[in-house]
């Protein structure tokens, strides 16, 4: 039997087995099968014709819908954005207030400060000492937390010890400079705040010395562990410094000796939250896995951090544990110079709930953020959108949403540029693309980026962070994510620069090849 369009394998016995069962088509048989075709003919034409006509119907919804996610998603993300504005400016206000309750007579020199003066900014304010003389809180070429830090209310836990205040300077190819220094970077009880992002090599200077430190270990590592105790003893005895370490540190230092009876930690994970206010400087003894745990521990402000390196390959630890004294003891007297290493927010927001504000608890990440397509083998479809535009759906494996400081990890891996730590932006890399002109985008740090999946998608999504605490994302759903005002100063060896440039020879050996010799041809 040849094939037709009832029939099209052209399987006799097929349709036999149809007759049986199906009443309509034993009727046709009973046909000649050119006369079937014949009478067939003018409907299936019809039915073509409708058949086009519902496609292009089709499209034209699609079409619609497709305007319909566009504005909701430029809605929501400017929803994001002024939540993120709004946010920001009442922790600012609040802290003004604090300061004007404490300190009325900075009435006016703070209210300049608040409505943006550009002739007040750069001095803060002078204010009597304790012997009456009158004292400069901000020097010409930088920014300082003494003020800020003295007139901090004073703590009703008799333990707590207060901050140490520093200033921050920033120069450029040298020369030091204190232009846009408050537009850039701000802090408030010794809290780095950035409203804008700086691309010049910043160094902070301490006003007062450091007097506490938070130590975090890499977990399972007896080296870290020998190490951890003996830079205890030593910040101790020869610092005389108030230590942190995290619960499951202190048990293994006390199963030890009881001597480190002295060192504090906390029992509840609500005290982590305030950990930015008692803790001048975090130490961390891994590789830059523990980096990334770092900071994670800090939803706000975050201290200076000096990350030695325990790990195999440490993009964001530069400093040997062999001489940690020397570098300590250098760190602690400072001044130190530091890279800003700037951090995603990002919201899951669910097409369940009612509006934006009804959403988890924001993200922050120091990497990135992957959306992936988890253990399903269908291809991700990803509609992602940055502000007010659509940018493109991704089909492939996933997305990476990645800071500079991230570029050299998973984005790297995936076909994206390396993008030195201090450069403001965000990289959109994706992973896998099922398009051979699907190529990585840096985008500027002002945007907000926005992947929802498609309720029409074949399988959930799923966003992980840093690598971790992955979260499914179902069709509806959305990941928001613009940059966040609260970066990660990590200590540098050198200074950024030299410091990333060290990273990527040493530990990619980026563009290693053996010189050609002189000897051979040349131009004569
Ligand atoms: N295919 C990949 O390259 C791939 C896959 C998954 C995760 N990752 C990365 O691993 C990170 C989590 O790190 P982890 O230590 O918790 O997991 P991990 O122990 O699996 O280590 C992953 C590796 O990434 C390196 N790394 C982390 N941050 C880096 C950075 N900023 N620059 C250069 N290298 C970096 C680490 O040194 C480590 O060697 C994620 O944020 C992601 O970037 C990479
Ligand atoms: N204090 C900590 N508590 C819990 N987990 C931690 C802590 N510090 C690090 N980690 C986790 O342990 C893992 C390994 O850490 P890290 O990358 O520092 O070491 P590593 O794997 O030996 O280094 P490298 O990746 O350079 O070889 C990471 O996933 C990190 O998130």
Redesign the pocket.
């Known amino acids: 039997m040849a094939p037709n369009k009832l029939n099209p394998s052209g399987n006799s016995s097929l349709s036999s087995g149809s007759q049986a069962e199906n009443g309509f088509i034993s009727s046709f048989s009973l046909f000649p099968e050119k006369a079937v075709q014949e009478l067939l003919q003018s409907p299936i034409q019809a039915s073509d014709d409708h058949l086009i006509e519902f496609s292009e119907a089709l499209r034209t919804v699609a079409k619609a819908l497709r305007k319909v996610a566009e504005g909701k998603a430029s809605a929501q993300a400017e929803a994001a954005e002024w939540k993120r504005k709004y946010e920001l400016e009442r922790t600012r206000n609040l802290q003004f207030e604090d300061k004007e309750k404490s300190c009325p007579e900075h009435r006016t020199d703070l209210d300049d400060v608040k409505t943006n003066n550009p002739a007040k900014q750069p001095i803060l304010y002078n204010k009597a000492n304790s012997n009456g003389k009158s004292e400069e809180c901000c020097s010409k070429n930088g920014i300082c937390s003494h003020e800020v830090l003295r007139d901090g209310k004073p703590n009703s836990n008799s333990k707590m010890v207060k901050k140490a205040s520093f200033k921050l300077q920033w120069c450029c190819k040298g020369e030091q400079s204190d232009q846009h220094k408050h537009d850039i970077v701000s802090f408030e009880r010794g809290n780095i705040t950035t409203a804008e992002r700086s691309s010049k090599q910043i160094s902070l200077k301490w006003e007062s010395c450091p007097q506490t430190v938070l130590i ?6 007896v080296s870290v562990q020998i190490l951890c105790a003996d830079m205890i003893r030593w910040l101790r005895q020869q610092k005389k410094l108030h230590i942190y370490v ?1 619960p ?2 202190k048990v293994d230092l006390l199963t030890e000796s009881s001597y480190f009876n002295f060192v504090e930690t906390w029992s509840d994970d609500k005290e982590i939250l305030k950990l930015h206010t008692k803790v001048d400087l975090v130490i ?1 003894l ?9 900071a ?1 521990m800090f939803k706000g402000p975050v201290p200076p951090i000096v990350p030695f ?6 993009f964001m ?1 530069p400093f040997y544990s062999e001489n940690y004294k020397e570098c300590l003891d250098s760190i602690l007297k400072g001044p130190i110079s530091i890279t800003l290493r700037h951090r995603l927010l990002c919201h899951v927001i669910r097409d369940a709930a009612k509006n934006e504000f009804e959403t988890g608890e924001p993200i922050l990440v120091l990497n990135e953020v992957t959306i992936d397509r988890g253990i399903s083998s269908y291809l991700t479809n990803l509609e992602c959108y940055c502000d007010n535009s659509f940018v493109t759906c991704v089909q492939g494996d996933g997305l990476i949403l990645s800071t500079t400081s991230g570029s050299t990890a998973y984005s790297l891996a995936a076909g994206g540029s390396m993008v030195h730590p201090q450069v403001p932006g965000i990289l959109f890399t994706p992973i896998c693309p099922h398009s051979l002109s699907f190529r990585p985008l840096i985008l500027p740090e002002h945007v907000t980026l926005r992947v929802q999946v498609p309720f029409n998608s074949r399988s959930p999504a799923w966003a992980s962070f ?3 605490d992955r979260k499914q994302l179902a069709p509806g759903d959305a990941l928001v994510c613009s940059m966040a005002p609260w970066p990660v100063p990590t200590a540098c060896l050198v200074d950024s620069t030299n410091d990333f440039l060290r990273s990527i020879h040493e530990g990619l050996h980026w563009n290693l090849r053996k010189t050609q010799s002189f000897d051979g041809p040349r131009e004569s």
């Open positions: 975090l270990n890499k977990p399972n590592s995290e499951r540190v961390t891994g590789g830059d896995g523990t980096v990334l745990w770092a994670s390196s325990l790990g195999s390959l440490g630890t840093d690598g971790k």
